[in-house]
């Protein structure tokens, strides 16, 4: 599969919570991924997309918010250095 990556994810981290939700859920957190590194930040408002962009260009934290197919919200954050990109539950932040 071909990805549009706009940039380096860095080791790929789940915490607790947000690998049981996807476990619950009966998803994989990978196609998710792909939309996070391919610059779809799921469900954020303009503002937040904004400041990603700005954050590409000047090396700062990344941040996508998707709902599982059962509801349950969570996050992809990419730190800035682009070492880490973490799955995780708002709650867990």
Known sequence: MLINR???PGLILTTPG???A???AGEEPWPYLIRHLSR???E????????NEKALVY??????????????????????DRTVTTF?????Y
Do not use: M, N, Q
């Open 59 to 80: 090396g700062l934290r990344l941040l996508s918010a998707y709902h599982l197919k059962d509801g349950t919200k969570f996050w992809v954050i990419t730190e800035a």
């Open 44 to 51: 954020l408002d303009e503002e937040d997309r904004a400041e």
């Open 88 to 92: 995780l539950l708002p709650s867990e």
């Open 18 to 20: 947000a690998l049981e």
């Open 40 to 42: 779809d930040w799921g």
């Open 6 to 8: 706009k940039f380096y």
């Open 22 to 24: 996807f476990r619950s």
